[in-house]
């Protein structure tokens, strides 16, 4: 346990009467340590009964608080962790730190009103794998302590609080994963610090660029008041019902006030409870001990400052974002989005992930995905699931294609084995040399895809072709190399003088863009759209032959663009073998300033007969 040293903060009681375990715990305390008020604090939250009095602490700057008893943490299912404590500002901040302490540091942010218990599937998960995994509660969340006043809490001062926490763990080169308000800190300070963070991922979470002065819901009235307001999450099932059709509402949405809402019911409802607001937002039902698990760190409503006000610190994001989404706009490293397919907050929209996606440059060709069965608390849902992808990132971000240095053109080798029922298999391989390949001396039925250097900035295989989304590898020829296509027979002519030939190709591929990039597309007469994704490495011409009514058109994605080719995809590879794929949908072509350029037409075929020839390839 990394437990720091403690300064003890002046206390009091919140009523005359106080508990009487409270009571017992200060007179053995003062017999046996004195005046010492650093033992004082200690000793009442490791003493005191769950259900005892609060007892009210200050900080020397004046902030009241309280600390939730360590006897309120007994016996949590699944979570063994020991807590660790770092004071800022006179406050403990809680996490959790498992792994190796000399492992790649694996960073957990929750939201509201969630803790570090929220992430008990997927700790174990990074510290078996090797990392050092560092959960940490928010101030007035958890095992953190808890200021009793909502004004003594903004959303600045937890991304400062957040900020203050990396410095003094000493952390660098943080893999965060961050959710809900987690997301709104930890992309805060990510933004505003990139060279702090080694990769970004996000489930269910947002930074909004609000400019300074808006306020985007109306203020809670009278925060103070306790309300007896119906709860609209208690009428949710234990088990929840599909919120979606792929990105489409089935019911409609929450509508545009819910949040407004959510604000005044946190705020000031009796009835609210942090065990009902995450058993209605999973997925799946949570047991009764895993409700009283959430609900742990509030054993009454002095405990609730933090959960109670944190929806309203939306309205403090005016101009306190812009910089940190500046900063995104331009950040590089790995930026991945894993979502819940059944969240039925604005979070849980396509359009939240796919602003992410758009707009952040790390995220281009990175395998982002929406999880069935998962809904806001995604980590609740599918943590182990969650946890294994991204140590599976990870691990796959680390390795560096053998024979490929940085500024060089990216190379791909590729087999084409034919298969009985006249597809063809394709085969790629990341661990091999152009002298290796060269080298290769091929059996009946295989052939060689010529070397082809990608065009793309990023390229992501999700899964084999009817292979459930998983990658298929297999040994042949002393390599190891992937099943990334099958390549069905040729569907003709696309055009009315032959000239365009293609192959459908089944696969499930994401190609990504960075900002910036030009485009070559080419266009149909009937405006499909196909993207250049490879070319040939020995090619003598950057010239091909069109025929009439088609275009080439170099168009610059300003926000860069991730083409996603998934199922039954178009391969066309011209005569000077160029190879466009699609069609791509989400491509403004009449927003470019850039003019299409029609080339000469050559009467040529695309694809020689494979059987005999080892030059031609789908790809």
């Given amino acids: 346990m990394n437990t720091t040293g403690i300064a003890g903060p002046r206390w009091r009681r919140r009523t005359w009467t106080i508990g009487a375990a409270v009571l017992t715990a200060l007179m053995v305390l003062v017999a046996a340590c004195g005046d010492s008020t650093d033992g004082a604090e200690q000793d009442i939250s490791a003493t005191a009964e769950c259900d005892a009095e609060p007892v009210i602490l200050t900080t020397e700057d004046g902030v009241e608080f309280v600390r939730t008893p360590d006897s309120c943490f007994e016996d949590l299912p699944d979570f063994p962790f020991e807590p660790n404590y ?59 302590d808890k200021p009793i006043d909502i004004e003594d809490y903004s959303y600045v001062g937890h991304a400062d609080r957040l900020e203050r926490f990396i410095e003094d763990l000493g952390l660098t080169d943080i893999n965060v994963f961050v959710q809900d308000w987690g997301s709104l800190i930890g992309l805060k300070v990510a933004g505003e610090n990139p060279d702090l963070f080694a990769t970004i991922a996000v489930g269910d ?28 999450f208690a009428a949710m099932p234990a088990q929840q019902v599909p919120f979606y059709d792929g990105c489409e509402p089935i019911f409609g949405g929450l509508g545009e006030g819910y949040f407004g809402d959510w604000m005044v019911y946190a705020m000031t409802a009796e009835s609210f409870h942090a065990s009902e607001v995450v058993e209605a937002m999973t997925w799946f039902d949570l047991t009764p001990e895993e409700e009283a698990a959430y ?70 060709g990175q395998p982002h995905d929406r999880l069935p069965e998962a809904s806001h608390f995604l980590q609740d849902d599918q943590g182990t ?21 940085q500024g060089e053109e990216r ?94 190709v089944e696969k499930d591929h994401e190609i990504g863009f960075d900002p910036g990039s030009t485009l070559s597309l080419l266009v149909s007469p009937s405006g499909e759209i196909y993207v250049m994704v490879s070319r040939d490495a020995g090619r003598t011409t950057d010239d091909p032959t069109l025929p009439a009514e088609w275009e080439i058109v170099e168009h610059v994605v300003p926000n860069g663009f991730t083409a996603v080719l998934s199922g039954e995809t178009t391969v066309i590879r011209m005569d000077n073998e160029d190879s466009y794929q699609g069609p791509v949908t989400g491509l403004d072509l009449e927003a470019s300033s850039a003019a299409g350029v029609r080339l000469g037409v050559v009467d040529t075929a695309l694809m020689a007969d494979l059987a005999a020839s080892d030059d031609d390839g789908p790809f």
Wanted: negative net charge; hydrophobic residues 40%.
């Fill in 411 to 504: 190379v791909g080798y590729e087999l084409l084995q034919i298969q009985d029922d006249g597809t063809i298999w394709a085969w790629i391989a990341n661990d091999m040399t152009q002298a290796q390949f060269d080298a290769l001396e091929l059996p009946s039925g295989w052939l060689k895809n010529q070397p082809r250097e990608g065009v793309p900035d990023a390229s992501q295989f999700n899964g084999s072709p009817g292979n459930d989304g998983v990658l298929l590898e297999e040994e042949h020829f002393g390599f190891k190399w992937f099943h990334s296509a099958t390549v069905r027979p040729m569907i003709g002519s696309l055009d009315d003088e032959g000239l365009i030939r293609a192959s459908t």
């Fill in 86 to 144: 770092v004071e800022i500002d006179g406050l403990r901040q809680a996490y959790v730190d498992e792994g190796p302490a000399d492992g790649e540091v694996v960073l957990l942010l929750h939201g509201q009103p969630s803790w570090s218990y929220l992430y008990r599937d997927m700790i174990p998960v990074f510290a078996d794998a090797g990392y050092r995994v560092i959960a940490m509660d928010h101030l007035g969340m958890g095992r953190s």
């Fill in 205 to 232: 979470g947002a930074l909004q660029p609000v400019p300074e002065g808006i306020e985007l819901f109306p203020p809670v009235a009278n925060p103070n008041e306790i309300v007896d307001i119906p709860s609209r």
């Fill in 295 to 364: 609900d742990a760190p509030f054993p009454s409503r002095t405990y609730m400052a933090g959960p109670r006000v944190f929806p309203s610190l939306v309205n403090q994001l005016g101009g306190n974002t812009i910089e940190a989404w500046n900063g995104l706009t331009s950040f590089e490293k790995p930026f991945l989005t894993l979502w819940a397919s059944n969240d039925p907050g604005q979070l849980g929209a396509c359009e939240t992930q796919q602003q992410l996606i758009d707009n952040i440059p790390g995220a281009a």
């Fill in 385 to 405: 699931e969650i946890a294994n992808r991204l140590v599976d990132w990870y691990d796959n971000l680390d390795e560096e294609p053998a024979g490929a240095t």
